[in-house]
């Protein structure tokens, strides 16, 4: 299942690994011009809500229940370098999940992937758990990666595209 989704997704980890391969560890929470949404807290979120994806597909989450306060909806970034993990963790982190959903995702039912959006507030963007997962793994991930594209911009560093 989900064959375009998993090669999609896997191209979208490589270039969040372009995107913060020249970033220093320190810079991981600046907030310049505005921009709210960090580093820090834009790769912790990606890997929350692919925590939300094993979920959907039952599979078993990875990370603390304190990553979903941190980083979850409704979350605020701080500028403060110590509220978040690591670039190096983060990005551990990531890749952990990536790898997990991707599993999930190849061997995931047909019943499990038509199954009703458990979420009700947007069920009517994403009426299934197969459409929801694959918002997950696409345009969830790009919006967020767009926002650390932007970001590097604002902070002087060059588009790696």
Not at 54 to 59: E, H, P, R, T, W
Not at 114 to 131: C, Y
Request: charged share 15%; glycine share 8%; net charge neutral.
């Amino acid at each position: 299942m989900f064959t375009n989704e998993r090669t999609l997704f896997a191209f979208l980890y490589g270039y969040s690994r372009m995107l913060v391969a020249d970033l220093p560890d320190e810079k991981m929470t600046a907030q310049p011009a505005g921009i709210v949404n960090h580093p820090a807290w834009v790769l912790g979120h990606l890997v929350n809500t692919v925590d939300s994806g094993l979920k959907l597909l039952g599979a078993s989450p990875l990370m603390p229940p304190e990553w979903a306060v941190k980083y979850g909806r409704g979350s605020m970034p701080v500028a403060d370098r110590s509220a978040y993990p690591s670039k190096d963790e983060l990005m551990a982190a990531l890749e952990t999940s990536h790898g997990k959903l991707a599993m999930a995702a190849e061997t995931a039912t047909p019943e499990v992937v038509s199954a009703i959006n458990p979420f009700e507030r947007n069920r009517p963007f994403f009426p299934t758990v197969g459409i929801l997962v694959a918002h997950i793994m696409t345009t969830h991930e790009s919006m967020h990666l767009g926002q650390l594209s932007t970001w590097r911009r604002a902070m002087g560093f060059p588009g790696v595209l």
